[in-house]
């Protein structure tokens, strides 16, 4: 009896000592998160004892699509108002604790914590850790603006464009109107940090997004749900959205179009824009080449696709050569 006494307090104290253990190694809370975690209902204030301050950002938040969301009345106060971004209101007035979240003043990470809390149904945190953007250290405000503002004249701090006091200027003739809650165009927000791609669209041959008939988000996703792995299959289906006539199908295709190979469309294309018609990477029979280098020395006298003899290249009903019918 004594001896299944001593081995139950026994195990009693070993699991004390991993209890202990498991919580000494819990990683703590980071701020923001924190600030609601640690909050309780009588913390909050209400979005009026804010505007008793901050009349200007309260007349602008007003007018943004954010207050439609944060005045529904089923969600808890700790996402309503003014608080549901900031942080709870009696907590900031404490004098010896008056913290508040200030998006011009977090880095990126706490920035898109406090954004996701609430917009998990646009990108989960662990799905935008696996980003291009994440590991950038691109965040929700380098893009969108809280507030309803005049474009380009943003007054949170976080992000390069848009900062109060600055010019805005555009990045073609012709744009899209600015989507809610965007510091300015797509292509400008865009173009800030990939400005290869954006010098691209001047080129001879491109896409028409400076002609505002497309933006990068028709062939980019800014929030992918899952990582953003590059797969053949998926960049067909982005091109084919548009150049169906081209995707067949044929009895005969032509494995890049099936995205069967390397990067599928383009392998011969380039995306953005290029000098040579059709957007093609080469206008020579360099292009056919990187692939087919058993034909090398196989000289028509022009290109493979203008010399009368394979002029079908996404695909043929009739010819497995892509012969001309």
């Known amino acids: 009896m004594r001896s299944g006494t001593l081995a139950t307090i026994a195990v009693l104290a070993l699991w004390l000592l ?6 000494g190694n819990q990683k ?7 600030l609601f975690a640690e909050a309780k209902d009588e913390d909050f204030g209400g979005e009026e004892a ?21 005045h529904n009345a089923k969600l808890g106060p700790s996402k309503q108002g003014c608080e549901a971004c900031h942080g709870p209101l009696n907590i900031h007035q404490r004098e010896n604790d008056p913290k508040v979240i200030s998006y011009g003043k977090l880095n990126f990470a706490d920035v898109n914590a406090a954004c ?10 662990e799905h935008y850790a696996k980003t291009e953007h994440a590991r950038a250290k691109v965040s929700c405000t380098s893009c969108h603006q809280i507030h309803v503002e005049a474009p380009g ?8 464009l848009g900062a109060a006091g600055t010019v805005r200027v555009s990045a073609f003739a012709a744009e899209r109107a600015v989507k809610k809650l965007l510091k300015a165009p797509e292509t400008e927000l865009c173009g800030q940090c990939h400005r ?4 691209q669209f001047r080129q001879n041959s491109h ?30 289906q982005k091109c084919m959205g548009c150049h169906a006539e081209q995707a ?15 990067d599928a469309c383009m392998e011969c294309h380039k995306p953005h824009g290029s000098n040579n018609p059709r957007i093609l990477k080469s206008f020579s029979r360099g292009l056919c080449m990187q692939c087919h280098t058993d034909k090398s020395q196989h000289n028509p006298g022009s290109t493979c696709w203008t010399a009368g003899c394979h002029s079908a290249m996404h695909g043929s009903n009739t010819d497995r050569l892509f012969l001309t019918p």
């Open 18 to 23: 991993v209890g202990a253990a498991s919580q």
């Open 28 to 34: 703590p809370v980071p701020f923001p998160t924190q």
């Open 50 to 70: 804010c505007g008793a301050c901050h009349p200007d950002r309260m007349d602008s938040y007003k007018r943004s699509p954010h207050s439609e969301f944060v």
């Open 116 to 125: 996701l809390r609430c917009h998990q149904s646009t990108m989960r945190p």
């Open 153 to 160: 004249t943003n007054s949170e701090k976080s992000g390069k």
């Open 196 to 199: 290869a791609e954006s010098a």
């Open 207 to 236: 896409h028409p997004v400076p002609e505002g008939v497309l933006v990068c988000s028709d062939c980019h996703e800014p929030h992918p749900a899952k990582s953003a792995a590059r797969k053949s299959a998926a960049l067909t």
């Open 248 to 262: 067949g199908p044929f009895v005969y295709t032509h494995d890049p179009v099936q995205g069967l190979t390397g």
